[in-house]
């Protein structure tokens, strides 16, 4: 199981504890989606002892396409441990407000064009308010400029309808994830126009929970198609 340190937890971190932190029930507007894909996924196991470990309530969400929690013990030599992706992304929601309504979408194959259109289909009542979603790669190795240009689109519509949508920048610098290529490499879809792109930050003193730096390895550079 992955451990939960003390600054994962509500009211133990850095950010000033939200008094709703209490209950996963929720009496406010708010609510969020964070996306999964390529066979992340989540272990109830882990996430009951996240919530022992902080002393909240069991933590309920809703699960929009499958969860396969037995991918998560297969040795990490025969198969990724992705279920820490998704841990983290849920985990790390539910340490801020533990009362916000919250909605796992998955999808196998990593496309956020099909995430996108999964979410258009949802009706307003379901559709979260706020995304966060940490994948993402760089601008040149999309599949076409049509594929981003289709993306931008169904990332206004989802804007149009009051989604607010924040994804990685990226973990691999100015360079981007393919190295030096002589240019500063913004990552998609971080770099679109109709998203807000969501950098890093670390310890100033490493391990040591308090003052906060920009950290190096996340990602920014140019967008050269927007």
């Known amino acids: 199981m992955t451990r939960p340190t003390s600054d994962s937890c509500p009211g133990d971190s850095t950010i000033p504890p939200n ?3 209490t209950s996963t029930s929720s009496s406010h507007a708010g609510s969020i989606g964070v996306a999964e894909f390529n066979n992340a996924m989540w272990d109830p196991t882990d996430m009951a002892g996240y919530a022992s470990e902080c002393h909240l309530p069991l933590i309920n969400f809703t699960q929009s396409g499958p969860n396969e929690p ?3 013990k297969a040795p990490i030599i025969i198969h990724p441990d992705f279920c820490t992706e998704s841990l983290l992304d849920i985990q790390t929601v539910v340490g801020i407000d533990s009362s916000l309504p919250l909605t796992d979408v ?3 194959a990593y496309s956020i064009l099909v995430w996108a259109q999964k979410l258009q289909s949802l009706p307003d009542g379901a559709l979260p308010l706020v995304h966060s979603v940490s994948y993402g790669s760089d601008e040149a190795q999309q599949e076409s400029p049509a594929y981003m240009e289709s993306v931008n689109t169904a990332l206004m519509k989802l804007g149009a309808r009051g989604a607010s949508l924040l994804f990685a920048s990226g973990d691999g610098g100015v360079e981007g994830r393919r190295g030096s290529q002589k240019r ?3 990552g998609f879809p971080a770099s679109s126009p109709y998203a807000t792109s969501v950098g890093a930050t670390d310890f100033v003193v490493k391990n040591v ?3 906060e730096q920009a950290w190096a390895g996340s990602g920014g550079g ?3 198609e927007f």
Request: hydrophobic share 30%; aromatic share 22%; glycine share 6%.
């Open 19 to 21: 008094p709703n932190t």
């Open 70 to 72: 037995k991918k998560c």
């Open 106 to 108: 998955y999808a196998d």
């Open 184 to 186: 500063y490499a913004a």
């Open 209 to 211: 929970v308090g003052e």
């Open 222 to 224: 140019f967008s050269y």
